[in-house]
């Protein structure tokens, strides 16, 4: 057979590694070849390919980012999309392809499976906001990066008696933020599934002032407040229709220091959670995906996506996957409100 991959949407730590994996095993144990596109979904779109073989994926597991490249292209937002997809797979005569990507570049890998395309579906997001996997690859990362820096943070804040407020990824879903907050013993975590009380909020902060320690709010991008108890700025979409989210942590900033008069400082970790090397989770997770993957290729199981289940790796129908977004349970932030304040 032989096979395209490519990799979509926001890049994440990880994504080489289930490049290396899919094609090592598929390569050796299965003898199939294989054609990198460019820039997700973009790739079959224009025809853009690049070579992919062992030799091209050597040196590759511990590095960030994707060697095949990303974009958000939505080829159901161009005109003719799926057909020129078509026509371009059979002109590179592709007989299956792998996407590796979050609810967007696998929600149109659902689709072009229904009208007729044998692909297989590797769940990535630094979100970990994918329905039907316990984890994605790239979250324990971007985990350990808020985690690190918000302990930075700790002892700045104490040395000047200041909050902190520290704005993590995370539109839809507060993983990132839930994680690295415990993790991190935030007087606060704001998340997008439960809309916050500012005056809460202020309360907590002189909490912790009370007993001679500094706050650290953490705050996940898309954290809202209680409707019209503070204004919040949204910026352009993009080609999913997925709003730019702005700043957070800056109004929060704001609005603290107007509030109770405490000296405050806003830390955008942004991209910096999605560069870089993946940790040795990440790396296990995304070649056993990348494992698993070219075995439902091989075996013409198409229309799936692999899934982390305990330590199991299943396969899910990608429809079923794309259907809707793992968010934060009520139990699990109830957990993690133990600690504010
Ligand atoms: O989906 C991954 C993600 O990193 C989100 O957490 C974040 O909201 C978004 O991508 C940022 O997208 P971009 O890199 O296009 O600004």
């Known amino acids: 057979m032989r096979i395209g991959v490519l990799t979509g949407g926001g890049d994440c730590p990880g994504l080489n590694a289930v490049i290396r994996a899919v094609v090592r095993k598929g390569e050796s144990v299965y003898g199939h070849s294989f054609v990198g596109f460019r820039d997700g979904w973009r790739g079959p779109l224009t025809g853009d390919t690049v070579p992919l073989d062992t030799a091209a994926v050597r040196g590759i597991l511990p590095r960030g980012g994707t060697i095949l490249g990303s974009s958000r292209t939505n ?75 918000i302990d930075r943070l700790h002892t700045t804040a104490e040395s000047h008696h200041r909050v902190l407020i520290v704005e993590v990824m995370g539109r839809h879903a507060g993983w990132i933020a839930l994680h690295s907050g415990m993790a991190g013993g935030a007087n606060v975590i704001l998340i997008p599934e439960r809309p916050f009380d500012f005056d809460k909020v202020c309360a907590f902060v002189e909490a912790r002032f009370a007993t001679h320690y500094a706050p650290i709010i953490v705050a996940a991008e898309g954290a809202t407040p209680i409707a019209g108890t503070l204004v919040t700025r949204e910026g352009e979409l993009d080609a999913f ?101």
């Open 241 to 341: 229709g997925h709003v730019r989210l702005q700043g957070i942590a800056q109004v929060l900033e704001t609005e603290i220091r107007g509030r109770t008069g405490r000296d405050a400082r806003a830390t955008v970790l942004g991209h910096l959670q999605r560069g870089g090397t993946p940790t040795a989770f990440d790396r296990w997770l995304a070649t056993r995906f990348g494992l698993h993957a070219v075995d439902a290729v091989h075996e013409g199981d198409f229309g799936v996506m692999v899934a982390l289940h305990g330590t199991r790796i299943d396969r899910v129908p990608l429809a079923e996957a794309t259907r809707e977004l793992k968010t934060v349970p009520e139990e699990l932030y109830n957990e993690a409100e133990t600690f504010f304040g």
């Open 75 to 149: 080829p159901y937002a161009a005109v003719d999309g799926p057909s020129l997809i078509r026509e371009n797979l059979a002109a590179a005569e592709i007989d299956a392809l792998v996407a590796i990507g979050g609810e967007d570049t696998l929600g149109v890998a659902a689709q072009l499976h229904a009208e007729g395309l044998p692909v297989v579906g590797v769940p990535k997001t630094i979100d970990n906001d994918l329905f039907a996997t316990d984890y994605t690859f790239g979250f324990d990362t971007a985990v350990n990066i808020a985690t690190e820096a």
